[in-house]
């Protein structure tokens, strides 16, 4: 996947990655994400430790990239997220905000979590991930909205972040065909990432 994608972009999110053994240390086996791709450079939200609880987010950079990528880590060191700043040769820095959120960590959900972190949002800043919430701004019908979700959604808007997906378009469709497909992995911008080429699908 990564090798068919090199002529079209220039860092891969992913969610869940595939995480299993790539060697040891000492008589430890070390787990991480297999990568067979020579022209791309992993970057994993958390170090990489024997036995380590695997990340949920994970991030390819193309080698050669005109642009500085740095990892936030002294803001969040966590599997369930990551803070990327891209700043192009010349050009504007963007944050990308790239994050795995489990509704069923309550008030410990990342989106939740998110809000007290300390950044900022007066340059343009992408949100991306597997969202796993749900609410009338990007499914049709009358979703069952939580309180969290609702007071998620109330603190986007007031950064000014805007809803890219369109309303009711599936982005995740289950392997059990029993199973309809949803609207989860959600993507925002701020309006200063609004006028640059900041997102592909």
């Not at 008030?107 to 939740?112: A, K, R, S, T």
């Not at 991930?129 to 609410?135: K, L, M, P, S, V």
């Not at 701004?137 to 809803?163: Q, Y």
Request: aromatic fraction near 8%; glycine fraction near 6%.
């Amino acid at each position: 996947m990564l090798d068919a994608r090199i002529d079209g972009l220039d860092i891969i999110l992913i969610e869940e990655p595939n995480w299993s053994f790539i060697g040891k240390e000492g008589d430890n086996a070390i787990l991480g994400a297999v990568n067979h791709a020579s022209a791309w450079t992993p970057i994993s939200p958390i170090p990489a430790a024997p036995d380590s609880i695997h990340p949920r987010v994970y991030v390819y950079v193309k080698n050669g990239l005109h642009a500085e990528v740095t990892l936030w880590t002294d803001i969040v060191c966590d599997r369930d997220i990551m803070i990327l700043d891209v700043t192009p040769r010349g050009g504007e820095t963007t944050t990308y905000i790239h994050f795995y959120n489990d509704p069923s960590l309550g008030c410990q959900q990342i989106l939740w979590r998110l809000r007290l972190l300390n950044l900022t949002y007066n340059h343009p800043v992408v949100l991306t991930g597997d969202a796993n919430i749900h609410h009338i701004r990007w499914l049709r019908g009358v979703p069952r909205t939580t309180s969290i979700t609702k007071e998620i959604v109330a603190w986007l808007d007031e950064h000014n972040f805007l809803i890219l997906n369109k309303k009711g378009c599936p982005t995740h469709y289950p392997h059990d065909t029993g199973k309809h497909p949803s609207v989860i992995d959600l993507t925002w911008s701020n309006i200063h990432a609004s006028h640059i080429d900041a997102i592909c699908e």
